[in-house]
Each structure stands twice: as structure tokens, then as C-alpha cells.
């Protein structure tokens, strides 16, 4: 076989194979040069005729994107963890409805209690004020684990790749307390649309952006909204237990719309800012239905996985400025 043709380096002057594009001494890029034809260095100009290599190299800025922008708002919440306060607030809740069945049982009123001996089948009894008394306990107990799984959210949950902690203080919830007592006490319950905006607003206060030292979420709803989605619920219950619950997704969705339109974020000079949120209801709807009906049909294992999975859609649908 013949010998390789050699050419010089226009680098380094060295000898080296005529096809090679690479340098193996100084480990210069060569090309032919597009006016002549000689080997140059890539990037320089040709002694000869002026020509050059004719490469092009694209910044890395201008090539186009891969996929979708990054969200915003992300969640690693496991659904293994949520399982735990999920069952807890259902076994409250189904108490809850048990001692309102029990209640309107010893009811002085026949109408409410032909109710539960037509439909209940349930023995009157005298514990009439207990049965209400246990019920309100277990409606703020059930509200109780409600915020606690919010927590377990936020907890769980980036703002522009920033960790979200939600804290907890005792001097907060006192107060709360307190207030809960003096305003149902003196408005006979009809206080409490406003006392449900002031535990938001209390709640979200206390969740802080790690990396941004004391900045802390905060949140604008109203009494005044929750008193018109309080009748709203109330008016599509019926409807929903009617349909064997799959109206409830309705429900939720109002609630939900309303908690997420109403989520104030600092930005990066500690302003609070409502974040733009771009879910609709036809694409949320069809999300919890589907969790809704694999929830029935585990028996109830699957509502973690559900959950999770709503959660993780409204952030990916919720824009932080």
C-alpha cells in the first residue's frame, strides 16, 4: 500500500495526513478554504484569495427551544404522605354528617325528623344538643385537617425554583380562636363567610419564600365572595349527592378557582402580585372526574394519586409574574 500524503499544519507548521481535519499535534479544527481550496484554520482568513472556512457557529441563544417554557409554580408532593390527612378528614367528615343525623333524629321539628325515620331509620333520642355539639366539634376539627393538608401542599411546592415553607404559629391560631367564639357568639354563625377569608389569609401569611429571606405569600378574598360560594354550594348539594357525587367536582372547582385568583406572590423587590392562573373548568373537571371514578373503584386508595395530580395541573396552569 502507498505511503499517506502529508500536508503542513497551517497552525503549527507540522507535518500531518492530508485528510485529517483535526491537528494531531496542536489539535487545531482545519477546512478548505472556500475561494482555493487550501487547508486553513477554522475561523481565519486566506493569505491567497481572502476566502475563509465558510462556518458558521450558531450561538446557543438563538437555537430554538425545546418544549415548553418551565412552570412557574412546581410541585413534588407524594401521594403516599397525603393518604394519611385524606383519610383522616374523611372519617371526621363522615362523623360530622353521622351526628347531623343523629341531631335531626331528636329534632323538635316533625318535619326534619320524619327525615331520618323515613330515609335514616334512625331511633329518636334525647342527645339532641349533644349530637349538634359533637357535630361542630368535628366541623372545625374536619377544617383543621384542611389546613393541614394545604400545608402538606405548600410544603412541597417551588415559586420560580424557590422552595415555599409553610410555618406555624401558636400566637396566630389563639387569636383565630378567640375571634371565632366572639364573632359566631355575637352574629349567630353569620359571621363566619368572614371568618373563613380571615383563616385564608392568616394561613397563607404564614408560608414564606425561602430564598427571598422574610417574604411571605399572602392572599385578598373577601368575606363577601365566600358568602355568595357558601349559597352556591348549599344550592348545588342536593344535586350533587343526587348524582352519587359526581357534581362535587363542580363544587370544587368553585372553591378552588377562587383560592388560586386570589394567591398573592412577591416578586423579586418583595411586592405581592396575583399570579395569572389559565385553568378552565372544562379541563379540570375532566381530571377530577377521572380521579373520582378510580377513587371509587380502589375503594378510596387512589384519592392520593388523584389529589397530586389536581394539584400538580393547577400549578402547571398558574403563572408567576
Known amino acids: ?23 494531531t499535534v496542536c489539535r487545531s479544527g482545519l477546512g478548505r478554504c472556500s475561494g482555493c481550496n487550501l487547508w486553513l484554520v477554522i475561523g481565519t482568513e486566506c493569505f491567497d484569495c481572502g476566502g475563509s472556512t465558510a462556518i458558521r457557529i450558531r450561538k446557543a441563544s438563538a437555537a430554538p427551544a425545546d418544549g415548553p417554557p418551565p412552570s412557574s409554580m412546581e410541585i413534588d408532593a407524594s401521594p403516599m404522605g397525603l393518604l394519611p390527612l385524606l383519610a383522616l378528614r374523611f372519617l371526621l367528615f363522615a362523623g360530622f354528617l353521622a351526628c347531623v343525623a343523629v341531631g335531626i333524629a331528636g329534632a323538635p ?19 339532641g344538643p349533644v ?38 404559629s401558636a400566637g396566630a391560631l389563639v387569636m383565630n380562636l378567640l375571634l371565632t367564639v366572639l364573632v359566631l357568639g355575637l352574629t349567630a354563625g353569620l359571621g363566619f363567610p368572614w371568618l373563613y377569608a380571615r383563616y385564608r389569609r392568616s394561613f397563607y401569611r404564614g408560608c414564606r419564600l425561602t430564598a427571598r429571606g422574610q417574604a411571605t405569600l399572602d392572599f385578598q378574598g373577601a368575606g363577601e365572595e365566600v358568602l355568595g360560594r357558601i349559597a352556591l354550594t ?63 373503584v380502589t375503594a378510596g386508595i387512589y384519592r392520593g394519586w388523584a389529589k397530586v395530580s389536581e394539584w400538580r395541573w393547577v400549578a402547571s396552569c398558574t403563572q408567576v409574574a
Open 234 to 296: 348549599l344550592l348545588l348539594l342536593p344535586f350533587a349527592l343526587a348524582t352519587g357525587g359526581l357534581l362535587f367536582g363542580v363544587i370544587s372547582w368553585i372553591w378552588l378557582k377562587w383560592d388560586q385568583t386570589n394567591l398573592l406572590v412577591p416578586d423579586k423587590h418583595g411586592q405581592n402580585r396575583s399570579p395569572k392562573f389559565t385553568g378552565t373548568f372544562g379541563a379540570y373537571y375532566g381530571r377530577w372526574l377521572l380521579g373520582w371514578l378510580l377513587t371509587l
Open 131 to 168: 349530637a349538634w355539639a359533637a357535630a361542630a366539634s368535628l366541623l372545625v376539627a374536619v377544617g383543621a385537617c384542611g389546613t393541614l393538608i394545604r400545608r402538606y401542599r405548600l410544603n412541597h411546592t417551588q415559586l420560580l425554583g424557590k422552595p415555599v415553607e409553610a410555618g406555624f
Open 109 to 127: 321539628f316533625p318535619q326534619l325528623a320524619r327525615i331520618t325515620d323515613e330515609y335514616l331509620r334512625l331511633p329518636k333520642a334525647d342527645g
Open 1 to 23: 500500500m502507498g505511503a499517506v500524503p502529508l500536508k503542513d499544519c497551517p497552525s503549527c507548521g507540522s507535518r500531518i495526513p492530508e485528510p485529517a481535519a483535526t491537528c
